[in-house]
């Protein structure tokens, strides 16, 4: 089992960067594929980017693709997600999630993760 927290978020102005951490818990990091999806109020949880846990492959929605950028450090039980360039539309609570797969492609699916973290919540103005 793995227990997530999640850290970073905040209010910023359009344009803007933040980075969120997200640091794990428990045993075995390595053997999880890493995510971040992310909920506005009224609408369903929506996928943000993955990472393999080797963290050679990556995938991206495209609403963030050339923006944000995720990565991970297995050393230390982190993943991180850089968020350059924000909109007002990226405000939402995020949520890291963990997948304990063996598939070198990481998920795009909630139903993929089996852990998720409570959330730190991004709000950017305009």
């Known amino acids: 089992q793995v227990q997530l927290v999640e850290s970073g978020g905040g209010l910023v102005q359009a344009g803007g960067s933040l980075r969120l951490s997200c640091a794990a818990s428990g045993r075995s990091f390595v053997n999880y594929a890493m995510a971040w999806f992310r909920q506005a109020p009224g609408v369903e949880r929506e996928f943000v980017a993955a990472i393999s846990r080797s963290g050679s492959n990556t995938n991206y929605a495209d609403s963030v693709k050339g923006r944000f950028t995720i990565s991970r450090d297995n050393a230390k039980n982190t993943v991180y997600l850089q968020m350059n360039s924000l909109k007002s539309e990226d405000t939402a609570n995020y949520y890291c999630?963990?997948?304990?797969?063996?598939?070198?492609?990481?998920?795009?699916?909630?139903?993929?993760?089996?852990?998720w973290g409570q959330g730190t919540q991004v709000t950017v103005s305009s």
């Open positions: 999630a963990a997948d304990r797969t063996i598939s070198p492609t990481p998920g795009r699916s909630p139903y993929n993760y089996d852990y």
